[in-house]
């Protein structure tokens, strides 16, 4: 069956401290991989997503970067956090062909 | 565009109500809905769909109906329970859509209280 890990799961950082959040899938081959932030009070915002293997579309000019340099792998990073990056940023996949969107379970980033 | 609207939150409500969410949606074509569910500080995760005009998703007692003659999703439980206080999303799916997914309501907060 499929699964996806995200971590860390909650995370403190001080502003402009770098970040890496990690999300991976198990049991499917060549997903589509998406980014989203959820700030609080607020709905759902796409920030990334990637169709292949160094295949990244933006959707949101940002502080933030995302890159997949594996098939089943999709990181989100920053060089510098600013205060608004604070949020829920959750991963989600979804295979080829459905349109049903699969998510992680998230990581709570603070950002002080 | 596309897009989705979903009733302010939040709803709070004493065991065994009755639950209505509104849904309404704008999209070009003939669009899959959904709902999603979002228990507290947890993902959100697919509560139920449907793919085509008249089509009744259901699922743990919730249901919701595809009207395409008005534009609506309206998510609906006869008697919720404390364990259903979550945030529910109201989401589209429309063909061609490529590689975007769906299209996200902002969300409905419902506290059940006993």
């Known amino acids: 069956s499929q699964t996806i890990h995200q971590w860390p799961a909650t995370l403190v950082q001080p502003v402009g401290s770098p970040l890496s959040l990690e999300c991976t899938v198990e049991g499917t081959s060549n997903p589509n991989l998406y980014w989203y932030r959820q700030a609080a009070g607020r709905g759902l915002q796409l920030l990334f997503y990637?169709?292949?293997?160094?295949?990244i579309s933006s959707e949101v000019p940002q502080n933030l970067s995302a890159s997949r340099p594996q098939d089943r792998q999709f990181i989100l990073s920053s060089k510098k956090l600013l205060l608004s990056d604070s949020g829920f940023y959750l991963c989600?996949?979804?295979?080829?062909?459905?349109?049903?969107?699969?998510f992680g379970a998230g990581s709570r980033l603070t950002v002080l | 565009g596309n897009s989705v609207t979903q009733m302010e939150g939040p709803v709070t409500l004493s065991e065994e109500a009755f639950l209505t969410i509104n849904c309404t949606y704008t999209a070009t074509g003939y669009p899959s809905l959904f709902w999603y569910v979002q228990y507290p500080g947890e993902g959100l995760q697919l509560l139920l769909k449907a793919t085509k005009a008249d089509d009744k998703g259901s699922n743990k007692g919730f249901e919701a109906t595809y009207r395409k003659e008005t534009t609506s999703f309206h998510l609906e439980k006869g008697s919720v329970q404390v364990s259903d206080s979550a945030v529910y999303f109201c989401a589209l799916s429309a063909p061609n859509s490529g590689n975007t997914p769906l299209v996200f309501g902002k969300g409905t907060r419902l506290s059940v209280i006993a």
């Open positions: 989600a996949w979804i295979l080829r062909g459905s349109n049903v969107l699969t």
């Open positions: 990637s169709v292949g293997i160094g295949q």
